[in-house]
């Protein structure tokens, strides 16, 4: 087992399918999805430390003035971001933590966090990517134009990422996630006491 965990970033444009693969990252192999903290009122049913950590727009504020977030943003009136705390917390805890985000967050959290891997998931084609938002029936002409425009824009990133899964199928995808993540696991820099016992270094 490596020296800790794992802090995995999956983007993708709207419609790649990247929430239904996170939630297919199952807990029996060691994945822990990260969790945002907010500064919105809890919906109906929603948990403190489960859904999202709540807090005041001053506790907010404080966390992000002492550098407490791996990235934030506000949306819609309210604030978001990613707590370091939780994520050193679990990544100590030898768990792969799973963040699903989009690209500007995720080079956010690339410049401050090195023990990172950058996953990028996205549909075979742009048409395809197209039919999806089609079928979903949920969103305008316009809106869809918009969010297509939104991923022609994210693609130029892609070489900003480690890895580029293709999601024709979600088990597939699934699977590649789950290779990416072992794989990654083995590499000597992240198996350090182990390679200090085999060059006779630690006890």
Avoid: W
């Avoid at 192999?29 to 005041?56: V, W």
């Avoid at 990172?116 to 990517?129: A, D, Q, R, S």
């Avoid at 979903?136 to 900003?160: F, M």
């Avoid at 293709?166 to 995808?173: G, L, P, T, V």
Wanted: proline fraction near 5%; hydrophobic fraction near 35%; charged fraction near 30%.
């Amino acid at each position: 087992m490596a020296d800790n965990g794992l802090l995995v970033i999956i983007s993708g444009p709207s419609g790649s399918g990247k929430g239904t693969v996170v939630k297919k990252l199952r807990p029996e192999n060691n994945f822990a999805l990260s969790i945002s903290m907010t500064t919105r009122k809890p919906r109906p049913g929603e948990i403190d430390g489960i859904d999202y950590f709540f807090c005041t727009p001053d506790e907010f504020k404080n966390i992000r003035d002492q550098n407490g977030f791996l990235e934030h943003a506000q949306f819609c009136g309210n604030f978001y971001g990613t707590p370091r705390f939780y994520v050193e917390e679990q990544i100590a805890k030898n768990k792969f933590v799973v963040l699903e985000i989009d690209v500007n967050g995720a080079l956010q959290v690339k410049e401050k966090f090195e023990n990172c891997i950058l996953i990028f998931l996205i549909p075979p084609t742009m048409k395809e990517l197209e039919n999806r938002l089609i079928l979903r029936n949920t969103e305008s002409p316009e809106t869809i134009e918009d969010r297509l425009y939104r991923a022609r824009e994210e693609v130029k990133l892609i070489d900003k990422y480690d890895y580029l899964i293709i999601n024709d199928e979600i088990d597939k995808a699934v699977e590649k996630i789950n290779m990416v993540v072992m794989a990654e696991n083995l590499r000597p820099s992240r198996n350090i006491s182990t390679v200090k016992k085999l060059n006779g270094s630690e006890k």
